[in-house]
Structure formats: C-alpha cells, structure tokens
C-alpha cells in the first residue's frame, strides 16, 4: 500500500476525530506508509503515539509496538479499544497473561484482527514469541522510548540491544520505526546504530518551549524559606518540587505544610493507594503542590502545571528537560527553578562512584554538563537546545529572554591571572589533590591531607589567599567545564591539569568568570521550620 492511494485526512478524522495532523505527524506517517525506516524525535506531548498508531490501523497485519513501560502499554491499548467495537483490535503480550489470553491473542493476530501488538522487550525476545511471529503479518515494528537502547540515554535497558537481530528474523522488509524524546546527538547515532537503520528518514521536532522560564539559584540553607517565598509568590497554583531522595520528600512536604501550603508527598515508598491518593488530590487540584522524587510524573498530563522546582540538581539534563517539561503544557506560563550546589554534585559523585566503571564514566559525564548548565552565563535555553542538537538564536529566537541569565545577566570578571594561578598549584602539586585540597594550597588552609604531603611549606603556599575559598571554587568549577582541567574518574575527584591548561600557562589569554548569582533574602516572612 502507498502513502499516495490513502486518504490519510480522512483516516485520521475517522479514527481519532482530529481534523488536523500536529507537528511532523503527516510526513512520519507517509514516511511509514512508504515502508521506509522512520526515526522521530519529538519532545513528550508532541503527539509521537498517532504516528504508528494511526499507519497500523489502516494497514494489513499487526504493527508490534515494543515499550519499556508495562503500565503505559495499558492505557494505550485501553484507549486503541475505545476507538473500535473490537477488542482484539490492540493487545499486549507479556508474562502475565494467561494460556488461555495468550490463546486468544494469538488468534486475533492470526486473523488479521489486532492491528497493534504491545510488548515489552524482555517478551518480545523469547523464541515462542519470535516463532509465532515470524507466521504472521507484520506491518512494522515501532521502537518507542528508544533512547533505552543507548548507553548514554537516561535509562539505558539492555534487552533493547537485542531487538534489532529479533527484528531481522521477522523478515527482510519490515520497517522500524524508533521513536524518542530525548537524543542528544550522541544518543541519536547510538539508536541508529544499535537498530542498523543508518537509511532510516528522520523527523526531529524542535524542542524549544517557549513559554518556560528557566532560573537556577544558588542553593543555601535557606532553600526552604526561598522555596515557600516562591510558591507564596504563585499563590493558589499548580506545582511539582523534585528532590533526589525519599527523605527530603517527607521533609520539605512536611514544611510546607506547616507554612500554609496545601502540598503532598509522593515517592515509590508510599504504598501503591497513598500514592494514587496523592497523584489524585494533585490533578483534581485538591491540592496546589506535589512534592516527589522522580517517581511522579511519567504519564501525567496536567496542562497547568506552572512551576517545576528541582530541590536537588537531576543527574543529567534529559532528565531536567523531561522533568521541566511536566510544566506549562497548555503553553501558559510555566516557571522551572533549579537550586545549584557543587556539595550535591560531589553527593551525586560519590554516589555513582560504586557503580561499574563504564555506567561511572557516563554518569560522570552527564552530570557534568548539568554543572555546566547550572554555572553558565549564557541564554539557558540555547544551552539546553544544543545539548540536543538544535541551535538557536538567543537574540531573536521564541522564548529568547525568558531565562534568569538574559534577564539578569551575570557579572563577569576578567580572571586571566588567577586561572593562571590555579592551573600552576594543580602541576606544582603533581596531581595529588581533589577540589578541596587544591583551593587550600591557594588560599594557605591546612588541613590533614596537606599536612601529609607538606604542601604547607611550599613556596606557593596561601599564593592565592588575596580571594577567598568561595571565588576560588567557583572559578576551579568553571575552568573545569572550559576543559583546562579534567577531573580522574577513576580516583573519583582528583583534578589534574589537561594539554589545553599547560597550553594556557605558556600562553594565557582572556578569562571572563561569572559571579555566582545572589539573590536576595528578606527576613520579614514568616517561615516555621
Ligand atoms: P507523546 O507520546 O509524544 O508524548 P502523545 O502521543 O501522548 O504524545 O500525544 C499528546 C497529546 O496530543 C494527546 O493528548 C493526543 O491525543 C494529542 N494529539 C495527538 N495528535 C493530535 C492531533 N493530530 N490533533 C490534536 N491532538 C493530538
């Protein structure tokens, strides 16, 4: 069948009762339809479902639909049901089902019936599976969440590397179709790659949410009365706070609560009907602020979600963009704070400093370029789009000025000397020390570690005790990011000089550094800690 013999339009209108495609959606589908390779990128909400949906119900055979996500694949095939009177129309196959279920799928696949097969990698894997399969009609296969086949995506899940050589088996011409919402170039060739469809036509939405004002602060000890502050700034609306741990769920619910504002606790050790209590009173608006750990969010479609606070940094920034993503989905306002602390970047270091080498060096990576974007001057917005592979024009660009950097730019000083400085003690001391111990050596702290090594009698002692620990910190973090310096994975920490620094050394040249941006606190709320 051809893209050309069918009016899609009208299918589309039958189906699903739209009159018009979003986005890429009429050329994905034709691109389907043309029985080529399709690869599509399109950010959460973008409308990625109708794109094999709409191909798989008005062509023979079964489209399978391979999806991490089990609860997910449920809801999907609840809602392909509701659009016909056959049941068998969509079925999932995995290990729950029954003999007689899975009975009953099998014949509906066999008799042209089901028109979409869900499954989840590790089912569609298993030879029974592969054998039946291989007797029936498969229109395409449809890669959803395909990021999970790489590495260096934000849940990388191993069976999906298996799927290409299960796909081959079905037969030379049957099309995939890889779909996903976060791939930053790197993860994007390791997608095309992993399911050897390098031919594949790809459709990339872009990625830019106009209406979300991006802001990191400077995380204190105050957050709390910072946080409160915020929300009483937002008053009666809708908002999500992210914290990494359970602990700091319980405990920044717990203080809201006591300051007046309606919030709830969600977290995957809350049992199954609390959360879904809590999940409820949030999108029925029975109260104005969940506070959650990355557990809440997958599948919520709340339109009015206008603030997204990340209590702690996230571990990579498809993490942050997805989770910043749950706001202002009706194109309204939608305010996504960070609060910055390098303390909880070395948390998460020593975190990941257990985990097998390669997973370390990648996580290690991410988590830079969150720091990167959390300590940076420029647009935050053409920040994040590069980091997806999208330029952006941060003068004329949509969206261009709403980011705290562009609307209070950062003050920058020249610190051409000091990098000068730095970069001599991390030689002079041969590759010793971590953060810490470095900035001691400049402004002339002991402390046991220096003591050890007697780098308190050195010459170059205290050189730098002219600025303080805080701007010394700073800028140590910034000439990491610009690459004069690298931090050893494997010693967890110890920085060391790289060829760009020695290269600076002989050659120094203009060092802008940013100032840490301050906010200012007022002291006459009251807050009940
Ligand atoms: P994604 O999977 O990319 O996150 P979905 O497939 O869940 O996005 O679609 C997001 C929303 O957009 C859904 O509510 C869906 O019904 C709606 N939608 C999809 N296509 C269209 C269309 N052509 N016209 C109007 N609404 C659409």
Known sequence: MNSNEIDIHKELKKYFGFSQFKGLQEQVIKSILNKQNTFVIMPTGGGKSLCYQLPALIQEGTAIVVSPLIALMKNQVDAIRSLSSENGIAHVLNSSLTKTEIAQVKKDISSGLTKLLYVAPESLIKEE????????????????????????????????????????????????????????????????????????TTFKASFNRPNLYYEVRTKTKNIEADIIRFIRQHKGKSGIIYCLSRKKVEAIAEVLQVNGISAVPYHAGLDAKTRAKHQDMFLMEDVDVVVATIAFGMGIDKPDVRFVIHHDIPKSLESYYQETGRAGRDGGEGHCLAYYSYKDVEKLEKFMSGKPVAEQEIGFALLQEVVAYAETSMSRRKFLLHYFGEEFDSETGEGADMDDNIRNPKTKIEAKDQVVKLLEIVRDTKHLYKSKEIVFTLIGRVNAVIKAHRTDSQSFFGSGADHDEKYWMALLRQVLVAGYLSKDIETYGIVKITKAGLDFIKKPVSFMMSEDHEYNESEDEAIVT
């Open 129 to 200: 599976n592969v054998l039946f399969l291989k007797s029936v009609t498969v229109s395409f296969v449809a890669i959803d969440e395909a990021h999970c086949i790489s590495e260096w995506g934000h849940d990388f899940r191993p069976e999906y590397r298996n799927l290409k050589h299960i796909i081959k088996q079905l037969g030379d011409d049957v099309p995939i179709i890889g779909l996903t919402a976060t791939a930053t170039p790197k993860v994007q060739e390791d997608i095309l790659k992993n399911l050897d469809m390098s031919d594949a």
